[in-house]
């Protein structure tokens, strides 16, 4: 059996035009558009690629989108005074920091800076207490794209046994989160899980985050399980041939072993083209989810957690 490979690229452009049509109707309304603001801090290439793809999507959505390059050398006191202008701005419903943040910089205390209404990530301390408590909060992007394609290739989640592979604050514990309000029976392992792959072989519905290039194999995959990739690791490719320099040319893989696994698991997120394009989705989706709270309108439907 081969597993249904789940088109996250499909998806997230259904995702998009969603929010479109929301940003159009509630723009001719009330007037103001729905604003993201993007700070970038230094020039970190993989940054700046996610950062010009985030512009042009909001733009393409019908958003406003704000853009704040800062030299790395930039203070602390200038970063935090800039998120605070940004938390008055009446123009701007969403705030995204870059990270990571150069050394320098403590990155929690200027998450925890950015107006929690406005925090479109999901990472103030107030969102991660919210999701954590069940209350209405800012999901966190990734894990988002990962329940809603979850929630769409198997209608309810109640009851079924998911496994989260890893434990960051930015995927592992909100997706254990999330899972957890869909009524699943969450287990979250990690690098010092004892037998991980029968811990992993239990499950209905792997989420792989561990960043670790096709950590997971066939055996960790119960046959018909759904497998949700969330890595992308750049390894070398000498099959490719060289660059320029003679070192190996490179390709993007996931956490997943994925022609083995795709042979035994139901479903499954390809590595590029599954998780990947549904995250910056899901930031137009929480931006225009900030702007509807902001104005007291109703949220749009299927498009939060
Ligand atoms: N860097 C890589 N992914 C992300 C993300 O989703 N949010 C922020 N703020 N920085 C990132």
Partial sequence: MSAKVIDGKAFAAKVREQVAEHVQTLTSKHGVKPGLAVVLVGEDPASQVYVRNKGKQTVEVGM?????????????????????????????????????????????????????????DGFHISNVGLLGTGQKSMAPCTPLGCLMMLREELGSLSGLNAVVLGRSNIVGKPMAQLLLRDSCTVTIAHSRTKDIEAVSAAADIVVAAVGRPEMVKANWIKPGATVIDVGINRVDA?????????????????????????????AITPVPGGVGPMTIACLLANTLTAYCRANDLPEPTGLTA
Avoid: C, M, W
Avoid at 98 to 120: F, G, R, Y
């Fill in 64 to 120: 406003n989108s704000f853009e704040h390059r800062l030299p790395a050398d930039t203070s602390e006191e200038t970063l935090i005074g800039l998120v605070r202008q940004l938390n008055e701005s009446p123009d701007v419903h969403g705030i995204l920091v870059q990270l990571p943040l150069p050394s320098h910089l403590d990155s929690d205390l200027v998450i925890n800076t950015i107006a929690p209404e406005k925090d479109v």
């Fill in 238 to 266: 000498p099959e490719l041939g060289t660059k320029e320099d003679g070192s190996p040319k490179t390709r993007i893989v996931g956490d997943v072993a994925y022609d083995e696994v795709a042979k035994v698991a139901g």
